[in-house]
């Protein structure tokens, strides 16, 4: 049997609205950071054979103290940003650090390298931490956190903390379009379907170590990168047009798999941040942030200066604000100050920090008059499988005492497109009033986008789909 996957979107958009202004930026308690040099905030420094690294000056100029602490950028980087953002700290400090103290262990580090990618052979070129490393090393800072904090305490540190992914970028320059390592044998979409198995396994991996809320980043518009312009010797220094719409369908695709990861990983919160068209709009709106030169970095020349050969003898131009790039391949902090609003804004607000207790009590509140009319409950024996959930049809169908007879409670396969159905799950939540729609073929961008699975669920049978029903920040009901 073909599996019917129906959504129930949701008609009140009102506590829509209401909902998300609670959605407050305290409620991360640590945040840990996988990836490559854009987030990588000093791990190199400590591998003597990194061929990539930021560790002498001009990087780090505009740094706190104006030194160059690894990060491959004149200042902060977006990690860095979002630990302020979250009040959790000014800067993540890399893991590699020897001197961690515990109270760095317990509100995150960072584990990204720079020159790292999600195929191993990216990190083995510049000798730096390949991301199964980094996962290694995660594995080892929770044995210490569990020393520290216990058993119970990590499990909810790790449970509660931001997770960020951020790599990709630098398979593709070095592995298809600059070295042709890969695309000898492999097309760009291979390549990238080769990418994102990676990616999937490295995301199940801190699933499985505890980690439920996760944010991952595409790639950039990989053409208007500096080095790129110069390497495909672009007239007038514009954008690489086909390597743009390569990183295009690279995130499309990244996008899709996220969201079929989400269901399979119950409970977890995978958030997408765009950094594609983000960095286009920059690009395309740089004056009004005081941008004038998005072509080339602020070291050097700007059209081939990075890491090894921007260095103390490289002039660099006068004030890096008005530079997107820092070098030719990374971004300065202005740039960086950009894309940090954008996830702050955008992209954290997704992970479902609306769970946390103030937002489910506006929630329950809002639904107040539900709640005194429905309460069964050791309900939701969905087609003989436990489940929370039940389902009630037809918009005359609003739940009451009455119907907790059951005999308007229907199975998934009782459902059919377009049918207005009440849905609740468990006896604590109010009933919410949705209709059923195809998920392949109906589902907006922005529904499929910020569901949250994991809250409600129930196997039903042999062949028969899975039944679940969620509600989230967005204010959707959703029934696979
Ligand atoms: C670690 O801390 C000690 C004592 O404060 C200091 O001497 C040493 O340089 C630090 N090491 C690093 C790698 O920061
Ligand atoms: C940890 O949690 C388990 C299960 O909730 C509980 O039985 C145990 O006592 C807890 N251990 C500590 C040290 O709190
Ligand atoms: C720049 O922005 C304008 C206005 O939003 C839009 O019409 C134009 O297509 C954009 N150009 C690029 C290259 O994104
Ligand atoms: C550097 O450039 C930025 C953006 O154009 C501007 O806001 C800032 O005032 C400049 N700083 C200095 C020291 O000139």
Same mark, same amino acid.
């Given at each position: 049997?073909?599996?019917?996957?129906?959504?129930?979107?949701?008609?009140?958009?009102?506590?829509?609205?209401?909902?998300?202004?609670?959605?407050?930026?305290?409620?991360?308690?640590?945040?840990?950071?996988?990836?490559?040099?854009?987030?990588?905030?000093?791990?190199?420094?400590?591998?003597?054979?990194?061929?990539?690294?930021?560790?002498?000056?001009?990087?780090?100029?505009?740094?706190?103290?104006?030194?160059?602490?690894?990060?491959?950028?004149?200042?902060?980087?977006?990690?860095?940003?979002?630990?302020?953002?979250?009040?959790?700290?000014?800067?993540?400090?890399?893991?590699?650090?020897?001197?961690?103290?515990?109270?760095?262990?317990?509100?995150?580090?960072?584990?990204?390298?720079?020159?790292?990618?999600?195929?191993?052979?990216?990190?083995?070129?510049?000798?730096?931490?390949?991301?199964?490393?980094?996962?290694?090393?995660?594995?080892?800072?929770?044995?210490?956190?569990?020393?520290?904090?216990?058993?119970?305490?990590?499990?909810?540190?790790? %449970?509660?903390?931001?997770?960020?992914?951020?790599?990709?970028?630098?398979?593709?320059?070095?592995?298809?379009?600059?070295?042709?390592?890969?695309?000898?044998?492999?097309?760009?979409?291979?390549?990238?379907?080769?990418?994102?198995?990676?990616?999937?396994?490295?995301?199940?991996?801190?699933?499985?170590?505890?980690?439920?809320?996760?944010?991952? %980043?595409?790639?950039?518009?990989?053409?208007?990168?500096?080095?790129?312009?110069?390497?495909?010797?672009?007239?007038?220094?514009?954008?690489?047009?086909?390597?743009?719409?390569?990183?295009?369908?690279?995130?499309?695709?990244?996008?899709?798999?996220?969201?079929?990861?989400?269901?399979?990983?119950?409970?977890?919160?995978?958030?997408?941040?765009?950094?594609?068209?983000?960095?286009?709009?920059?690009?395309?709106?740089?004056?009004?942030?005081?941008?004038?030169?998005?072509?080339?970095?602020?070291?050097?020349?700007?059209?081939?200066?990075?890491?090894?050969?921007?260095?103390?003898?490289?002039?660099?131009?006068?004030?890096?604000?008005?530079?997107?790039?820092?070098?030719?391949?990374?971004?300065?902090?202005?740039?960086?100050?950009?894309?940090?609003?954008?996830?702050?804004?955008?992209?954290?607000?997704?992970?479902?920090?609306?769970?946390?207790?103030?937002?489910?009590?506006?929630?329950?509140?809002?639904?107040?008059?539900?709640?005194?009319?429905?309460?069964?409950?050791?309900?939701?024996?969905?087609?003989?499988?436990?489940?929370?959930?039940?389902?009630?049809?037809?918009?005359?169908?609003?739940?009451?005492?009455?119907?907790?007879?059951?005999?308007?409670?229907?199975?998934?396969?009782?459902?059919?497109?377009?049918?207005?159905?009440?849905?609740?799950?468990?006896?604590?939540?109010?009933?919410?009033?949705?209709?059923?729609?195809?998920?392949?073929?109906?589902?907006?961008?922005?529904?499929?986008?910020?569901?949250?699975?994991?809250?409600?669920?129930?196997?039903?049978?042999?062949?028969?789909?899975?039944?679940?029903?969620?509600?989230?920040?967005?204010?959707?009901?959703?029934?696979?």
């Amino acid at each position: 049997m073909e599996p019917i996957i129906h959504f129930i979107i949701l008609v009140h958009a009102c506590t829509i609205v209401a909902m998300s202004n609670y959605v407050t930026a305290s409620k991360f308690s640590s945040i840990l950071v996988f990836g490559d040099s854009t987030v990588d905030t000093g791990n190199n420094n400590y591998i003597e054979a990194a061929l990539s690294r930021g560790d002498h000056l001009p990087y780090g100029k505009d740094f706190p103290g104006h030194e160059a602490s690894g990060r491959f950028s004149n200042g902060k980087l977006v990690p860095d940003m979002i630990a302020s953002f979250l009040n959790i700290k000014d800067v993540v400090p890399p893991y590699l650090d020897p001197n961690l103290s515990n109270e760095d262990l317990l509100t995150g580090v960072c584990f990204a390298s720079g020159g790292s990618g999600l195929d191993e052979m990216t990190a083995a070129s510049f000798n730096v931490l390949s991301m199964n490393k980094q996962i290694e090393y995660f594995k080892a800072y929770i044995i210490r956190l569990k020393h520290i904090a216990g058993e119970n305490k990590t499990k909810e540190i790790l %449970a509660n903390a931001l997770v960020i992914f951020c790599a990709g970028a630098n398979d593709v320059i070095l592995n298809f379009y600059d070295l042709p390592t890969r695309s000898l044998f492999l097309s760009i979409e291979q390549y990238h379907d080769v990418l994102l198995d990676k990616l999937q396994i490295l995301i199940k991996d801190v699933y499985d170590l505890g980690c439920r809320k996760i944010g991952i %980043a595409g790639i950039p518009p990989i053409g208007c990168t500096p080095i790129q312009i110069t390497v495909k010797l672009v007239l007038g220094r514009k954008c690489v047009a086909n390597q743009n719409l390569d990183s295009e369908k690279y995130n499309l695709k990244l996008q899709q798999r996220l969201r079929r990861l989400q269901t399979m990983l119950q409970g977890s919160r995978l958030v997408y941040a765009d950094l594609y068209y983000t960095v286009l709009n920059l690009i395309n709106q740089s004056e009004k942030y005081g941008i004038e030169e998005t072509s080339r970095g602020c070291c050097g020349l700007g059209i081939i200066e990075a890491t090894p050969i921007c260095n103390q003898f490289t002039p660099v131009c006068p004030n890096a604000s008005k530079y997107l790039f820092w070098d030719s391949v990374h971004f300065s902090e202005v740039s960086y100050k950009y894309l940090a609003n954008y996830i702050e804004t955008e992209v954290i607000p997704q992970t479902g920090v609306w769970k946390d207790r103030e937002s489910r009590d506006v929630e329950e509140t809002s639904f107040e008059d539900d709640k005194s009319v429905v309460e069964d409950d050791k309900d939701g024996d969905i087609g003989g499988a436990k489940s929370d959930c039940v389902c009630f049809k037809g918009v005359d169908q609003r739940p009451n005492k009455n119907s907790e007879k059951r005999k308007e409670v229907y199975k998934p396969e009782g459902f059919s497109l377009r049918d207005i159905v009440w849905a609740r799950c468990g006896k604590r939540y109010p009933a919410w009033p949705g209709m059923v729609i195809n998920r392949m073929l109906d589902a907006l961008e922005s529904v499929l986008s910020c569901y949250v699975p994991g809250l409600c669920k129930g196997e039903v049978g042999d062949g028969v789909p899975i039944f679940e029903i969620h509600r989230q920040v967005c204010g959707y009901m959703v029934l696979v």
